[in-house]
């Protein structure tokens, strides 16, 4: 007998932004921060509240962790979650235009759960003609996965990107030339 539910066993797409390594420095200096600034009325208590500032910190970090999970009728993004029905284009993005996406052509009404330490990000379309939100923009470590299984695409396979693609072509040309 199996102890997978029926939820369970569609799930489609599932990942966890955890923080990156480089990340965790940031507890350790707020701590050592909070530890120092107590430590000339007592050291001691300066030991205490720096540890205790560290072992909260951590504790945020890991209970904060934003999830990404898709389904064969649900997408949840961190707390935000949209039946399947009403997402439309999906594309995924890496590199240079990841960042654009994030900066240069982000839409001021598009839910964003964005993370500095993922280079990665795929956007959304919302077709809900009730919703103000244009698409979701989520970082993932994998957009090919995440595009995929929501049945879209890596931005180098749109029209859009493969006419980028021969314009870079053809200016780095003439720069040869």
Avoid: C
Avoid at 13 to 22: D, H, M, N, R
């Amino acid at each position: 007998m199996s102890n997978t539910s029926p939820a369970a066993s569609s799930v489609l797409y599932s990942e966890k932004l955890w923080p990156s390594a480089s990340t965790w420095i940031w507890p350790i200096i707020i701590a050592l921060t909070a530890g120092i600034a107590v430590a000339p009325v007592n050291t001691v208590l300066g030991w205490g509240v720096g540890i205790a500032m560290l072992i909260a910190l951590v504790v945020i970090f890991l209970v904060r962790v934003p999830t990404i999970g898709v389904t064969e009728t649900m997408v949840t993004v961190g707390r935000a979650s949209i039946e399947r029905q009403f997402i439309g284009e999906v594309v995924g993005y890496r590199g240079d235009e990841a960042f654009k996406q994030r900066g240069q052509k982000l839409h001021g009404l598009a839910y964003m759960l964005l993370r500095g330490w993922l280079d990665g990000v795929v956007k959304m379309e919302v077709t809900d003609e009730r919703d103000t939100t244009p698409y979701w923009l989520t970082s993932t470590r994998r957009p090919e996965e995440l595009a995929a299984a929501l049945g879209g695409v890596m931005y180098e396979f749109t029209e859009e990107g493969k006419a980028e693609a021969v314009a870079e072509e053809s200016s780095a040309q003439d720069s040869e030339d």
